[in-house]
């Protein structure tokens, strides 16, 4: 079962970046472009670099170990075919960025 989660307060996910939130669900990516909420699988495939720390630039989300790039809505690389991170369905509500998430059995919040 899934249900809508409160992860960050969209004021504090910086401009062109994103914040990595840990939670007891999972470690996730959080990214607010143009008004538009987005999160991912933290974690990048290729060596496990923390995707919330990367660059962000026209849909993608770079990784900062060796920029390999995910595109914010599908998770899929264009560069590395059969590279992808899942995505959450996100929305805002009440000034914080929330997702679609599963119900884990330890209640455990943070942001890193």
Known sequence: MERWTP???????PDQRGMV??????????FVVAGVPHVLENVCP????D???GYVGNGFVYCPLHAWPFELAT??????????VRVFPSRIEAGK?????PCAQIAKEGVR
């Not at 992860?7 to 996910?13: F, N, T, Y």
């Not at 960025?97 to 998430?101: D, F, S």
């Open 7 to 13: 992860l960050i307060d969209v004021a504090s996910i």
């Open 21 to 30: 939130v840990e939670r007891a669900e999972g470690c996730f990516a959080v």
């Open 46 to 49: 290729h060596r496990g670099g």
């Open 51 to 53: 995707l919330g720390e």
């Open 75 to 84: 998770g899929c690389s264009p560069t590395h075919p059969g590279a992808a």
């Open 97 to 101: 960025v929330e997702a679609q998430l």
